[in-house]
């Protein structure tokens, strides 16, 4: 159950948090993760504010493929209009307000489900059936209202925010560290949507740091992760990021001897960024997967989960066999992840919860914390 601290003393606890200097950091307090309070100064502050993470582009390739989500209470659905664009829409009917479209698929025009309103991909309303003794249905007039879509590094991004600066100018940082990537060019192999019962910033922290591998994956990756190795430069205002050196053992992580962009020691450099507020990515020469978050109240998060290859991987014969056994691999992680988060989750709910100092390889937490205490604060 969620604590019943106030919003006010939740806030006032992380600002106080986030003052002191990483030499002397402590982990957020337990407030900021069970407030209900708390939660709807985030979906204040935060998501109705910031950019969001839909998806990639790469997934949606034809004229109406669509999918859905929910930001901030808000249904929104991403289409590929007949042009080729993306485009991104309320997806609530204009008539008695049922949602339209659901999870993902292809489609030749938008039809509720409960009137049989019908809508082009543009969001024009078609056509609606039994409404012509209606004086004031004036179909020329009724358009799905639209919501801010930006296509970035191959990431589709959404905002609800009209006076967001542009995805594009707001993660120029990030492009100009992997620029040489091309992260816009790998394909999307694997695409999941899952529900995790642990607050949606405990997952967001466990991607951001590499400190728990060892243990948390003991099973899996923990064995080849070698703490020395990882680096944790200081965050930037739009993100944080880390890195590791991937081992040669596994070739679909290293660069393609097809690539020629990457050179010397990026080849095998691994970075695991953080872009705010909630689209993880770990990237790879060879191969990406990422999660984008969505708080469900305080205790679950809506997870989309997705994956796949670079583009010289993906040309290569044996690249496909290579990812099923890296997908597998992602599956027996993420089992260990949320089984050590939802501990975490009802840890942070206990009366006798306190933070503790955060180590070294846990900078991308502390300046996770700078930028939620400046949002909520804002």
């Not at 003052?19 to 307090?29: G, N, W």
């Not at 997705?306 to 014969?317: F, L, N, Q, R, V």
Request: aromatic share 10%.
């Amino acid at each position: 159950m969620p604590n019943s601290i106030t919003d006010t003393s939740a806030v006032a606890a992380l600002t106080a948090n986030a003052a002191k200097p990483f030499e002397s950091a402590h982990a957020m307090p337990p407030g900021v993760y069970t407030s209900d309070e708390f939660l709807a100064a985030e979906i204040k502050h935060i998501f109705k504010q910031d950019w969001f993470c839909a998806g990639r582009a790469s997934s949606l390739p034809e004229p109406g493929d669509f999918s859905t989500l929910e930001l901030a209470g808000q249904p929104v659905m991403v289409v590929r209009d007949k042009n080729g664009a993306l485009k991104a829409h309320s997806n609530v009917c204009l008539h008695r307000m049922s949602t339209l479209l659901h999870g993902r698929g292809n489609t030749r025009s938008i039809v509720c489900p409960y009137h049989a309103w019908t809508y082009n991909l543009d969001g024009s309303l078609r056509g609606a059936p039994a409404m012509k003794a209606n004086q004031s249905f004036c179909k020329s007039s009724l358009k799905l209202p639209s919501v801010r879509c930006e296509v970035w590094l191959g990431w589709i991004m959404i905002s609800l925010n009209p006076e967001a600066p542009t995805a594009a100018s707001q993660l120029a940082e990030v492009e100009a560290l992997v620029g040489d990537y091309h992260m816009e060019n790998y394909q999307e192999t694997f695409f999941e949507t899952h529900v995790w019962d642990t607050n949606w910033k405990v997952l967001a922290e466990n991607f951001m740091e590499s400190y728990h591998l060892p243990v948390c994956h003991a099973g899996t990756i923990g064995g080849l992760s070698r703490l020395d190795e990882m680096v944790c430069p200081e965050g930037l205002e739009a993100f944080n990021y880390h890195t590791i050196l991937k081992d040669e053992s596994l070739s679909i992580a290293m660069a393609h001897d097809n690539n020629t962009s990457l050179m010397g020691e990026r080849r095998r450099t691994t970075y695991l960024l953080a872009i705010y507020p909630s689209l993880l990515i770990t990237l790879t020469p060879g191969y990406f997967w990422y999660l984008s978050l969505h708080p469900q109240g305080v205790g679950k998060v809506q997870i989309q989960f997705g994956g796949g290859m670079s583009p010289e991987h993906t040309a290569d014969p044996e690249a496909a066999q290579h990812f099923d056994q890296l997908k597998k691999l992602l599956d027996d992680v993420n089992v260990e992840d949320r089984g050590c988060t939802e501990k975490v989750y009802r840890g942070l709910c206990s009366e006798m919860a306190v933070p503790g100092p955060l180590s070294h390889l846990e900078r991308p937490n502390y300046d996770f914390a700078q930028y939620l205490a400046a949002k909520v604060n804002s």
